[in-house]
Each structure stands twice: as C-alpha cells, then as structure tokens.
C-alpha cells in the first residue's frame, strides 16, 4: 500500500468517525479529531448563529450534545483530495435527522473538512451549509 493510500484511509476513518461519536455522544472522541486548541482552528456550523466560530466556542457545541436524544447522519459523497503533503481536503453531503427535548430535525448540508497533519491527522477548518429542501413539482 502506498504511503498515500495509507494517509487516505487515516483520514476517511476520521471523517466517518464523527457521524458515530456523535449519535452515541462521544464527545472526547469528537475533540480527539479537531484541533480546536490551535488558534488557527474555526467553523462555520449550520445551526444558528451561523456565524464563524473558534475552538473554545466549538467546544461548547460539542459539549451541547448532551442534550441531543437521538442523532443520525449518512454521510455521502465524501471526497478526499491532498493539497499538500500535510494538508487535506475532505467535501461530502451529510444527510442528518437530530431529536432533541424541543422536537426533531432532519435535513441536508454540503461540507468541507480541511485537515493538516501535526503529528496525526486534524480538523483545523470545517464549513457547513444547509441545503434547502427541494420543492415538489
């Protein structure tokens, strides 16, 4: 196997990690696969605000999952491309439906995972966005 191959699989078991870690709220495995400490970490989620968000303020919406009561997420589509030797992009479709005390919700939402290699594979940028359910007829 390739050292390239063997990076590739590394990184796509990360990828397909956190659909896991968060249906059954995991989330110290979650936190292993970001590297939210680093300054340089942020994401734009697809929950309100919106708003681009850094590693303390992940975080917290990791450690919110424990008001999730169920979670599942079909991740789809997932494409792998190395930028550089140490710097990879993961894109994909992520087909979700999450219960929480305040009712259910399900949709779609497009992503992109940047991960750089410090010693092992890390989320350093991810961006989320919903996609607007399509409209009959």
Same mark, same amino acid.
């Given at each position: 196997? *390739? $050292?390239q191959?063997e990076?590739? =699989?590394? #990184?796509?078991?990360?990828v397909?990690?956190?659909?896991?870690?968060i249906?059954?709220?995991?989330?110290?495995? #979650?936190?292993? #696969?970001? @590297?939210?400490? @680093?300054?340089?970490?942020?994401a734009?989620?697809?929950?309100p605000d919106y708003s681009?968000?850094? /590693?303390? *303020?992940?975080?917290?919406? #990791?450690?919110?999952?424990?008001e999730i009561?169920?979670?599942?997420i079909?991740r %789809?589509?997932?494409?792998l491309?190395?930028?550089a030797? @140490?710097v990879a992009l $993961?894109? /994909?479709?992520d087909?979700?439906r999450i =219960?929480t005390g +305040?009712g259910v919700?399900? +949709?779609?939402?497009?992503?992109?995972? $940047?991960?750089w290699?410090? /010693?092992s594979w890390?989320?350093?940028h991810?961006?989320?966005?919903r996609i607007?359910p %399509?409209?009959d +007829?």
């Amino acid at each position: 196997m *390739r $050292v390239q191959d063997e990076e590739r =699989e590394k #990184i796509l078991s990360r990828v397909m990690a956190v659909p896991e870690a968060i249906s059954t709220k995991k989330k110290s495995r #979650i936190l292993k #696969i970001y @590297d939210s400490f @680093d300054p340089k970490f942020s994401a734009f989620e697809d929950v309100p605000d919106y708003s681009l968000v850094d /590693g303390s *303020r992940f975080r917290r919406f #990791i450690e919110e999952l424990s008001e999730i009561k169920s979670a599942s997420i079909d991740r %789809q589509n997932v494409r792998l491309d190395f930028l550089a030797k @140490d710097v990879a992009l $993961v894109t /994909g479709v992520d087909d979700w439906r999450i =219960e929480t005390g +305040g009712g259910v919700s399900k +949709g779609r939402s497009r992503f992109t995972i $940047v991960f750089w290699r410090r /010693g092992s594979w890390k989320v350093i940028h991810e961006h989320f966005t919903r996609i607007p359910p %399509q409209k009959d +007829g």
